[in-house]
């Protein structure tokens, strides 16, 4: 007999291996292709939110401040835009402080309309925009001014000059673009980019003007992450109007004292609107809503930290996508529904902690394909699983039916070994039984007639079996080979095994010999039964391409020996001592046959019967006849 396996395994390991191969395959295409394309950028994104939220809020630059045209501004100063004098004079009072830059977020492209126009150095000018060059060129190299509208080449407009840039530089500053990638998922801010139309952006040359080194392509290549260390205000804001004139205006908003000496001295100055109503604001991975400044300077200090965040490289991605797509599928060829269930919740766990792991120490991976790959192949192997389980678990009711009743059946699939029914030893009643004198019956028959009476016959005996629990293993010829208490056990298999011998010779057997009388086929039969009691192995035996369910060993051996006896004595029912020990509730009729020899055996066995009619006498002295060859499966 062959070891524990699956019953109908083999008809569906094929199938099952290609569709997990599918599940694998298609599971990797489409990660791929959504990974390629991008198509689920906006959600993927919205990981790295998460992974900003679970790190949580990180110690802030210390060398950035914010200068903020707030609440308290507005209301100090009472309108905005300011006049371009108000600029100078923040430049002229920061400037005594050393700062490392002053980076004006505000776009001052156009001239300003208010004052007087001066002419000074062959311009003409606004006497305001005047005083803001003068105060630019009192401290070279210490201002940056943002732009939103680069006009290629290098150059945008400044104070109403299309040639700003060139403007600028003259007097000792520097022109960047405020601008972020455009295409940006979800329109948040998460990437920046080192020049924008041919200008370099603000947090470049704010950068470059604060470490006095130039940010080269190699340094910044392509697109980059913020590392923004939190929502809006981590970065301190100072009052703009605290800062331009502090005798009048006080100390900043929020703070109960004025700003300390020197409170600027060699940090990165940002002056920008955070008032929420003139709507500088934006989405970032930190905070839905953060004001323009902040997120300028959130990236300079990102660009001068060299970039802390880093994308993952691609192949690792692509290597995950293909891991998750396999891993699944490939446990399932081994492992049932919960094992494997059980290991994608666990590489989904794993995965979602490394990818936390890794954004910490500054590497940005795929989140999103690689673990919906997981989730698709997952998804796909359990299902290819269930439907082939479902397949197996009809295709044995439907085969394991012919054995047994319908509620064994029941049971066995439900059972904790579920379809595994190979090598199992059962505590069990064997029971053979055999028509006397069939053979001289066929010969006066036709075929048809003979199959007619064969079918009829077997059929009666047959629901005696299966309505006593029993299990039918085999038919052999006129023959029938049945077991009481395996597969599954039966506490009672003897008592059962009796009763269904019972009704096989006082109910079925009449029905079928008057059946045969109307029929005018003959006057009846007479039939031979034998049972004994014992260590049974039952469980499904053959090749792949053909199996069966037998049930073997000595105790099989006995009972077909046992039937064999009853050619010898006017008993239709013979049973083994072993069974009569077996009974739980032993029959009134039960009488002693006697002690015989069974081929195969040492030793004398006692048969037991039940009465038919007047007391038979006893056969102890009767030596056995020539037993029949012992069927297939009762080797």
Avoid at 18 to 39: C, D, M, N, P, R
Avoid at 73 to 78: A, F, H, I, Q, S
Avoid at 465 to 490: C, K, Q, R, W
Wanted: aromatic share 8%; glycine share 10%.
């Amino acid at each position: 007999m062959r070891g524990r396996r699956r019953f109908g395994i083999a008809s569906n390991k094929r199938l099952r291996v290609l569709l997990l191969a599918l599940v694998a395959l298609g599971s990797a295409a489409i990660g791929l292709a959504f990974y390629a394309t991008s198509l689920l950028a906006s959600l993927e994104g919205s990981t790295i939110n998460g992974r900003f939220s679970i790190r949580g809020t990180q110690r802030p630059p210390k060398n950035i401040v914010i200068v903020a045209i707030d609440q308290k501004t507005y209301g100090d100063l009472n309108a905005f835009p300011f006049p371009r004098s108000y600029y100078a004079t923040l430049i002229d009072n920061l400037a005594p402080e050393h700062p490392a830059a002053i980076v004006f977020d505000i776009d001052l492209g156009s001239k300003s309309t208010i004052g007087k126009t001066c002419h000074v150095s062959g311009l003409t000018l606004p006497c305001d925009d005047y005083a803001l060059l003068n105060a630019i060129n009192n401290h070279p190299g210490l201002t940056v001014f943002a732009t939103t509208q680069p006009l290629g080449g290098g150059q945008a407009y400044f104070l109403g000059y299309q040639t700003g840039a060139q403007l600028a530089q003259s007097v000792g500053s520097q022109l960047g673009a405020a601008l972020f990638p455009s295409n940006q998922p979800g329109n948040v801010d998460r990437q920046m980019v080192r020049t924008a139309t041919g200008l370099p952006t603000l947090y470049v040359v704010a950068a470059e003007a604060a470490s006095h080194k130039r940010v080269t392509s190699a340094e910044f290549p392509g697109d980059q992450w913020i590392d923004y260390p939190g929502a809006q205000h981590t970065i301190p804001w100072i009052s703009f109007s605290s800062v331009y004139d502090p005798a009048k205006y006080g100390p900043p908003d929020g703070w109960k004292h004025p700003l300390p000496p020197n409170y600027f001295r060699g940090k990165i100055v940002f002056v920008g609107v955070t008032q929420v109503s003139l709507e500088d604001y934006h989405a970032t991975s930190t905070d839905g809503q953060m004001a323009g400044v902040e997120i300028e300077a959130d990236a300079t200090a990102t660009v001068l930290e060299h970039f802390p965040l880093k994308s993952a490289p691609g192949w690792i991605n692509i290597v995950l996508i293909l891991l998750f797509a396999a891993a699944v599928p490939l446990a399932s060829l081994r492992f049932g529904p919960l094992p494997s269930l059980a290991l994608a919740v666990g590489l989904a766990g794993l995965f979602i902690v490394g990818t936390q792991v890794a954004f910490n120490a500054g590497r940005i991976n795929s989140f999103v394909y690689p673990l919906g790959t997981l989730v698709l192949s997952s998804a796909g192997a359990l299902s290819v699983q269930l439907v082939t389980e479902a397949f197996e678990r009809i295709r044995t009711r439907d085969l394991f039916g012919r054995f047994v009743p319908e509620n064994v059946v029941d049971q066995v699939l439900a059972s904790a070994d579920g379809l595994r029914l190979g090598g199992v030893q059962r505590e069990a009643t064997v029971l053979f039984s055999d028509v006397r004198g069939f053979t001289t019956l066929a010969e006066t028959l036709t075929p048809p007639q003979v199959i007619e009476v064969l079918n009829h016959y077997l059929s009666e005996m047959s629901d005696a079996i299966l309505n006593h629990g029993g299990t039918l293993v085999s038919y052999m010829g006129d023959g029938i080979f049945a077991v009481f208490g395996a597969p599954l056990e039966l506490p009672d298999h003897a008592d059962r095994a009796v009763a269904a011998a019972r009704e096989m010779l006082e109910v079925r057997l009449p029905r079928f010999n008057a059946w045969l009388r109307e029929e005018g086929l003959s006057e009846g039969v007479r039939m031979g039964i034998g049972l004994n009691s014992g260590h049974v192995m039952s469980g499904h035996v053959g090749s792949e391409r053909r199996v069966e369910y037998a049930a073997v060993g000595d105790t099989t051996n006995t009972a077909s020996r046992i039937e064999a006896l009853t050619k010898g004595t006017p008993h239709q029912l013979l049973l083994s001592d072993s069974t009569r020990q077996a009974l739980r509730s032993p029959p009134d009729d039960l009488i002693e046959v006697g002690e015989t020899e069974i081929r195969g055996r040492q030793g004398h066995i006692k048969l037991w019967s039940i009465r038919e009619g007047p007391e038979p006498e006893k056969v102890a002295e009767v030596a056995e006849p020539e037993p029949l060859p012992a069927p297939g499966p009762a080797m």
